[in-house]
């Protein structure tokens, strides 16, 4: 009997050896980091500048001093400046969660931008494409850093590190501070002014960021955020069913994109419509929502017509959707006389599907594919030709694993928590009001169908947010408003507005 006791036991401590060894996982290799300098001339704001590009990775460690990451970056920095400890700095990311800096990078900040069909009626096509000089460039200004956040671009898990440890909200913000600490830090950098600029879910990380770099021990103050497509109140943002507030916020940009498409506003200034749908949108449609089945007949039909009147959309539909259209509808619905679907990121593109039919766009987002392999080829050229890069794995422009493993939870395991929208808009209100010299410039495209204009209004209208320090531009582009040639000219020089405010 002792016996089988004695064989037991020693099975269950082999079993439990085992079991220890297959869960305990395999770090992942430390190589060496590398880094690629190249020096560059070119003329940003009418002036010549010299200037170095450094891409390179960039080590981030935990607290037990274990490499568990590598930031890929690329810096451009002014050479032959006195005073280099004092010239402003500028730190650019995309969003996603899982979009690496390219849009940025190639299309608005870079020295070099890839030029695709302004006007929005034309596909990309195929290799080659055109990649020129950015003639309205920001390096007379501020030295740029361009983050690909772990997991993108060239940046990823190495050692000991999880994706967990930084694929989530608070979990994203830590890693991108602790990278600009250590980029200020090894360029001699703290006192030079300090900005973020971020895209779509890039400026939830930039506010994240910003309160991020408020603590651990190291308080760094920004001089300010551009926010390009804010996406601080998801409410604002998230068109589904009975979520009130989306269905205001994206009346007017659906307003915008039929007044564009010709379906709604003929004859009338977009700027003197938009005006008009607003007041409609604050004063009629809002108390409407929450009025819901105590509206009368009578009151269901006329906003229904005032709907129409806006959107474009056939009254009768309008009323069968009960006052509420969902945004991928409005998508098929607007030029479905046409076997046209629109863009999600920009309302101007069209899309011609196969299935005239289905509720929302099946070929994905118009404003999306017809522009994506342009960029992509031309940072993957422009990084080899250029800046002399060479690296062994590919660049990734897009992780689509990102997403469904993001973490949005925002208090501690164990902690009572409730999935809600991702609302980091008062997190701002409360940096800007313990750090009152930052200031804020919020960029909006009119034909933006995923962070719309009015969402930033509402948003910046309440939350704490100090108004006074706060700059609201618009454009008629859509979420990327930069790929719109003469919203270019005029984004660059709101920032350079922006940039220069004393």
Same mark, same amino acid.
């Given at each position: 009997? &002792?016996?089988?006791?004695?064989? +037991? ?27 690629? %300098? ?24 935990? =607290? ?18 006195? @005073? ?56 007379? +200004? ?17 050692? &000991? ?25 090894? #360029? ?20 994240? %960021? ?11 103050? +920004? #001089? ?16 589904? @069913? ?50 819901? #089945? ?20 056939? &009254? ?17 619905? +607007? ?127 309440? #939350?704490?947010?100090?108004? =006074? ?34």
């Amino acid at each position: 009997m &002792k016996k089988i006791v004695l064989v +037991l036991v020693i099975v269950c401590h082999l079993s439990m050896v085992a079991q220890t060894k297959e869960e305990k996982p395999n770090p992942k290799p430390i190589p060496a980091p590398k880094s690629f %300098v190249t020096n560059h001339k070119g003329v940003f704001g009418g002036k010549s500048i010299s200037y170095k590009a450094t891409a390179k990775e960039t080590f981030l460690k935990s =607290e037990k001093g274990d490499s568990v990451a590598t930031i890929w970056s690329v810096a451009y920095t002014q050479d032959g400046i006195t @005073h280099s400890a004092q010239r402003p700095v500028t730190f650019v990311f995309n969003g996603g969660p899982g979009s690496a800096s390219v849009w940025l990078h190639m299309g608005l900040f870079g020295p070099k931008i890839v030029k695709i069909d302004s006007d929005a009626k034309k596909d990309d096509g195929a290799a080659p494409y055109d990649l020129q000089t950015n003639e309205y460039g920001l390096l007379d +200004l501020t030295d740029l850093v361009f983050i690909d956040p772990v997991g993108t671009g060239y940046s990823r898990v190495v050692g &000991k590190g999880k994706e967990k440890d930084f694929w989530g909200l608070k979990e994203d913000a830590a890693s991108v501070a602790q990278f600009i600490r250590l980029w200020i830090t090894e #360029n001699k950098r703290w006192f030079s002014p300090k900005y973020i600029a971020g895209e779509s879910y890039g400026t939830t990380r930039a506010t994240a %960021v910003g309160k991020a770099l408020e603590g651990g021990g190291q308080n760094m103050a +920004l #001089n300010g955020l551009i926010l390009i497509s804010q996406a601080l109140d998801y409410d604002g943002s998230t068109s589904i @069913h009975n979520n009130i507030t989306s269905y205001v916020t994206y009346l007017p940009s659906m307003a915008a994109t039929a007044w564009y498409h010709k379906k709604a506003g003929q004859g009338k200034d977009l700027k003197d419509f938009l005006e008009e749908c607003r007041k409609f949108t604050y004063n009629v449609y809002t108390p409407a929502l929450y009025k819901g #089945n105590l509206l009368t007949h009578d009151e269901k039909n006329s906003i229904a017509e005032k709907m129409s009147y806006f959107i474009g959309l056939d &009254k009768a539909y309008i009323l069968r959707s009960d006052l509420r259209i969902l945004m991928h509808r409005f998508q098929k619905q +607007l030029l479905a006389d046409r076997g046209l679907a629109i863009g999600r990121l920009d309302g101007r593109f069209m899309g011609d599907e196969a299935d005239k039919l289905s509720e929302k766009p099946h070929l994905g987002d118009a404003s999306s594919y017809q522009i994506s392999s342009a960029y992509t080829a031309a940072l993957n050229h422009y990084f080899a030709s250029a800046l002399n890069v060479d690296m062994d794995r590919p660049y990734l422009t897009s992780n689509d694993k990102i997403g469904s493993k993001w973490r949005w939870r925002t208090v501690p395991e164990g902690s009572y928590w409730e999935p809600a929208p991702v609302n980091v808009s008062r997190a701002l209100g409360e940096t800007m009001r313990r750090n009152t010299e930052m200031r804020v410039l919020v960029a909006s495209g009119y034909f933006d169908l995923i962070t719309p204009f009015f969402d930033a209004e509402y948003t910046f209208s309440r #939350n704490g947010i100090v108004k =006074e320090r706060v700059t609201m531009t618009y454009y008629e582009a859509g979420h990327m408003m930069y790929i719109h040639e003469p919203d270019l000219i005029k984004l660059s020089k709101d920032i350079r507005d922006f940039l220069t405010v004393q």
